[in-house]
């Protein structure tokens, strides 16, 4: 991320996160009856992205939490950092072991590896059904057209990914949003001084690769926020 803190405008990170959620709730989803949602959550593990990524430990939880009521999640937790260095961990049930294992991660400094978790994502979707994943990096220093082509597959294959980008990287924002739409998922730039904001996406994501359209708008009526002002959207798209 660039030296200084840039915060977004308040109007305009509503509207992104208004857009984001309306997008999420149109995307199409397959579970499996009386199965959990599958959903790999990504993270750039560099340097930069050390307070996010303490941040989103702190409340990667809550995606658990409401799925639960829909037969429950399982989230796979994948990062790259260093030179060269990727890693994923078992598909995993439990927020508290979720939580061990990003709170045992320490960012280090190297180039993102956006190529290595879409091409995972694509693996992992050929054994066995991925609902959705989730990516959450503030930079790209990759080729686009590379990447492109393994969003084109992963996207064939019905995995939408859903782009977090934090902060307000120009390039960052334009490789984002092709592999957002290449795979038929969503954009969706945010604040990292917000974190309820996160929190909300975060949980919307996750009520959706666990239950679809349908338990999202539940959650719209739960819950409120982001996802109240989405529900209202939905109903006068209707």
């Known amino acids: 991320m660039a030296g200084h803190d840039k915060k977004l405008p308040e109007k305009k990170a509503s509207k992104d996160v208004e857009a984001f959620l309306k997008k999420v709730a149109a995307t199409p989803v397959t579970t499996r009856p009386g199965g959990r949602g599958r959903l790999i959550f990504a993270l750039d593990a560099t340097a930069s992205r050390q307070p996010a990524w303490d941040q989103a430990a702190q409340i990667q939880g809550e995606m658990f939490v409401e799925t639960s009521s829909l037969g429950g999640l399982e989230i796979q937790l994948a990062f790259f950092r260093g030179f060269g260095?990727?890693?994923?961990?078992?598909?995993?049930?439990?927020?508290?072991?979720?939580?061990?294992?990003?709170?045992?991660?320490?960012?280090?400094?190297?180039?993102?590896?956006?190529?290595?978790?879409?091409?995972?994502?694509?693996?992992?979707?050929?054994?066995?059904?991925?609902?959705?994943?989730?990516?959450?990096?503030?930079?790209?220093?990759?080729?686009?057209?590379?990447?492109?082509?393994?969003?084109?597959?992963?996207?064939?294959?019905?995995v939408p990914a859903f782009m977090f980008h934090e902060g307000d990287d120009p390039i960052a924002e334009f490789g984002f949003k092709q592999i957002a739409k290449l795979t038929n998922g969503a954009y969706c730039q945010f604040d990292s001084s917000s974190p309820?904001?996160?929190?909300?996406?975060?949980?919307?994501?996750?009520?959706?690769?666990?239950?679809?359209?349908?338990?999202?708008?539940?959650?719209a009526k739960r819950r409120g926020g982001a996802a109240l002002q989405l529900a209202h959207q939905v109903n006068k798209g209707s």
């Open 85 to 158: 260095e990727f890693k994923v961990s078992p598909w995993l049930s439990e927020a508290t072991e979720l939580l061990r294992r990003m709170t045992s991660v320490f960012c280090s400094a190297g180039e993102t590896q956006i190529g290595k978790v879409l091409k995972h994502a694509t693996n992992e979707s050929k054994k066995q059904r991925v609902n959705a994943l989730i990516y959450v990096g503030d930079s790209m220093e990759e080729d686009i057209d590379k990447l492109g082509k393994v969003a084109g597959e992963l996207g064939l294959l019905g």
């Open 196 to 219: 309820q904001v996160l929190k909300e996406l975060l949980s919307a994501v996750a009520v959706f690769a666990a239950g679809g359209r349908l338990a999202l708008e539940d959650l």
